[in-house]
T-cell receptor, first 115, second 112 residues
Framework: DTGVSQNPRHKITKRGQNVTFRCDPI?????LYWYRQTLGQGPEFLTY????????KSRLLSDRFSAERPKGSFSTLEIQRTEQGDSAMYLC?????????????FGDGTRLSIL | DAKTTQPNSMESNEEEPVHLPCNHS???????IHWYRQLPSQGPEYVIH???SNVNNRMASLAIAEDRKSSTLILHRATLRDAAVYYC?????????????FGKGTRLSVIA
């Protein structure tokens, strides 16, 4: 079990730039989730996939954010025209299937800092 | 998902048991109680879950009140590595594996 892998671990960029994060889930997991966490808060849901289908997007996911999961394997989260408020930890998780008692397995996140 | 209430922080001495409480007075009959924890600079990790009966695994024990309106996560011998934020989360089994709804959790400090 190699776990959920996220890259890069840290990203520093200037306001207005585009950034893209990658998440590699545990190989047999068909659900993949993106969360965002700011300092002192618990993670907040952004969006999630069942295989390649995006099932739901949070109201937090503005039109500057887009997520994809081509072929139902890895996923990317892109933020266009970054703003100061986008500074956060972006967490990815995966789970084996759609049953609620299956635990979600998290990566260690990508920390985004906007200068 | 129904709401949970946890203390903001707790402190424990190393090698002593820790009881982390969670109140969930509006829990429904189909809500499972899940616990996750988040170590510093890491993503959350699953700890344990239960419905009605007490549960044990290698990491912790979960004690569920008879009326299910509260539960307690028990770490039998706290180590420095157990210093983390602990989240109590209700999951409705009818909803499937939808995204987790995290509160602020309880920050556990372990003193050597």
């Amino acid at each position: 079990d190699t776990g959920v892998s996220q890259n890069p671990r840290h990203k520093i960029t200037k306001r207005g730039q585009n950034v893209t994060f990658r998440c590699d889930p545990i190989s047999e997991h068909n659900r993949l989730y993106w969360y965002r966490q700011t300092l002192g808060q618990g993670p907040e849901f952004l969006t999630y996939f069942q295989n390649e289908a995006q099932l739901e997007k949070s109201r937090l996911l503005s039109d500057r954010f887009s997520a994809e999961r081509p072929k139902g394997s890895f996923s990317t989260l892109e933020i266009q025209r970054t703003e100061q408020g986008d500074s956060a930890m972006y967490l990815c998780a995966s789970s084996l299937d759609q049953y609620s008692n299956q635990p979600q397995h998290f990566g260690d996140g990508t920390r985004l800092s906007i200068l | 998902d129904a709401k949970t209430t946890q203390p903001n922080s707790m402190e424990s001495n190393e090698e002593e048991p820790v009881h982390l409480p969670c109140n969930h007075s509006t829990i429904s009959g189909t809500d499972y109680i899940h616990w996750y924890r988040q170590l510093p600079s890491q993503g959350p990790e699953y700890v344990i879950h239960g419905l009605t009966s007490n549960v044990n695994n290698r990491m912790a024990s979960l004690a569920i009140a008879e009326d299910r309106k509260s539960s307690t996560l028990i770490l039998h011998r706290a180590t420095l590595r157990d210093a983390a934020v602990y989240y109590c989360i209700l999951r409705d089994v009818r909803s499937g594996n939808t995204p987790l709804v995290f509160g602020k959790g309880t920050r556990l400090s372990v003193i050597a």
